[in-house]
């Protein structure tokens, strides 16, 4: 569709909405209040608020298995846990972190700031908004029960390779039904967040004209209705091979184990773009903010970002190296995962040239951005290493693995998500936080983020394998660096609860502008924004 | 009438999350198919 197409169109619908809302905006001021406001809310700043509370706590609760882990590989032997709760204590730590706390904390960013973004009084599909948050906390809480059946909870990792996933004990079902409403909510939030790009934006707000930020969400969300049934389908034949008796996955009854990694890891792939592309688009509007200068290569960005999605989609078997591959397929796929380092370094050289020569402040938001730009590189270049087979054929299954997406994960997505949480809180609650609990939690981060993770390549190159609970005495040093770092790391997010409260408590009251340099329309609604956001819908030049 | 029922009486709205939802279902039921026709 042309963007004069849509627009005619667009104009059109925007302004029905606008005649309508206006007459009932008093009306909409009377919104109930006490626990009725959150359960029935259909606004989108309420839901993203509830996304972003949800994904805290999750963040705490997968951290704290992280403790147990790292515990527990303090020292090697045996201290704390039997193996079967350590590798549930893996398999369910990484399910709530992917998508307990990280998916849903960029849905929550999407909900706050795509409808003010685009210039939009809220989300298009306002209903399904409520209804794709609070599925959530009922599939977590059916995964989380698992603790206490018989058998304990999943513990054949996140992956779920069968045929080991299919010795879970009566977990088994909850965690295939939980992953099934996991993927519902995912695909009803990025329906969402298309309808309301496509279909919302205010007058003038061509396509190449939205902020980086919509841009990354609205491909994220293609990716995601394009895998999440990918995923709920991988699952459904686990299912069905384990109490219906089909043969999928089972070499026993004509199927193949090996199968069941193709469908994963084509699920499994585009999932990490889905955990990063929001990411990027965080870091591509804070970088120009604080460097005062327009994004450098803001249409490259776009197509960059377009083309990781692509590319995401034909490198699925880099995970899979060895599990037997004819050389022409190790081939394709060693070379089309390099080939994702090409629209990713375009993005890097992009937020580089964005900082050249700008007039740069480092604020809490930056200085995460920052980080984010360097760290993330170190875990782009230990993938590029793994990205070439024959190398990978030490490399896997092992912890320079675990170092490598960690460091895209950790200090890469979870560090744009503080990065955009104090970044765009005094929008929220319209108080500025702590500069100095903000800049105490970052370096604090900074620092023990390094000392948990970069020591788990060395590990991993030294032949440590992954999902263990005990190792050889050769392993223990750089394991009980990482540990130390891990608890450092874990004790330092005190810091951002803190900060937190420091703006929703806050005393200094933030401007509509709140950053000098901010630019888009997010800024121009005054600090807090109100409640339904552009009832008017704002025009752009 | 509210914000939230005038979107709902947005047909564009509408269609789109008619042709979204078909496609996330066509994408569950055809990895299951194309996996079923393997053997």
Known sequence: MSDKHSHSHHDHDHHQGHDHGHA????????????????????????????????????????????????ELFQPGLQFVDP??????????????????????FVGLANWLIPMMVGAPDMALPRMNNWSFWILPFAFSMLIITLFLPGGAPAGGWTLYPPLVLQTG????????????????SIMGSINVIVTIMNMRAPGMTLMKMPLFCWTWLITAYLLIAVMPVLAGA???????????TSFFNAAGGGDPVLFQHVFWFFGHPEVYI???????????????????????????????????????????????????????QLFFMMATMLIAIPTAVKIFNWLATMWKGELTFETPMLFSIAFVLLFTIGGFSGLMLAIAPADFQYHDTYFVVAHFHYVLVPGAVFAIMAATYYWLPKWTGNMYNE?????????????????FFPQHFLGLAGMPRRIPDYPTQFADFNMISSIGAFLFGASQLLFVWAIFSSVNGKQKATSQVWDGAEGL???????????SFSTPPVIK | ??????????????????????????????????????G
């Not at chain 1, 088994?172 to 409403?181: G, K, R, S, T």
């Open chain 1, 522 to 532: 997010e800024w121009t609604l005054p600090s807090p924004a109100p409640y339904h």
């Open chain 1, 24 to 71: 009932n905006d008093h009306h909409d001021e009377h919104m109930p209040t006490g626990l009725n406001r959150w359960v029935f809310t259909t606004n989108h700043k309420d839901i993203g608020t509830l996304y972003l509370v949800f994904s805290l706590i999750m963040f705490f609760l997968g951290g704290s298995m992280a403790m147990i882990i790292r515990a």
């Open chain 1, 84 to 105: 079967q709760f350590f590798n549930s204590m893996t398999t369910v730590h990484a399910l709530l972190m992917v998508f307990g706390a990280v998916m849903p904390a």
């Open chain 2, 1 to 38: 009438m509210n914000t939230v029922d005038t979107f709902a009486r947005n047909k564009r709205n509408k269609r789109l999350l008619i042709v979204l939802v078909l496609l996330a279902a066509g994408f569950y039921a055809g990895i299951i198919i194309l996996m079923g026709l393997r």
């Open chain 1, 275 to 329: 955990m990063i592309l929001p990411a990027f688009g965080v870091v591509s509007q804070i970088i120009p903010t604080f460097s005062r200068k327009p994004l450098f290569g803001y249409s490259s960005m776009v197509y960059a970002t377009a083309s990781i999605a692509f590319l995401s989609f034909i490198v699925w078997a880099h995970h899979m190296f060895t599990t037997g591959m004819p050389i022409a397929g």
């Open chain 1, 235 to 245: 699952v459904t034949m686990l299912l069905t091979d384990r109490y219906f008796g």
């Open chain 1, 436 to 452: 100095t609990i903000g800049k105490a939690h970052f370096w604090s981060s900074l620092i023990t983020i390094n000392i948990l």
């Open chain 1, 170 to 185: 009566d977990a088994f079902p909850f965690m295939v039904f939980a992953i099934h409403l996991m993927g519902a909510s």
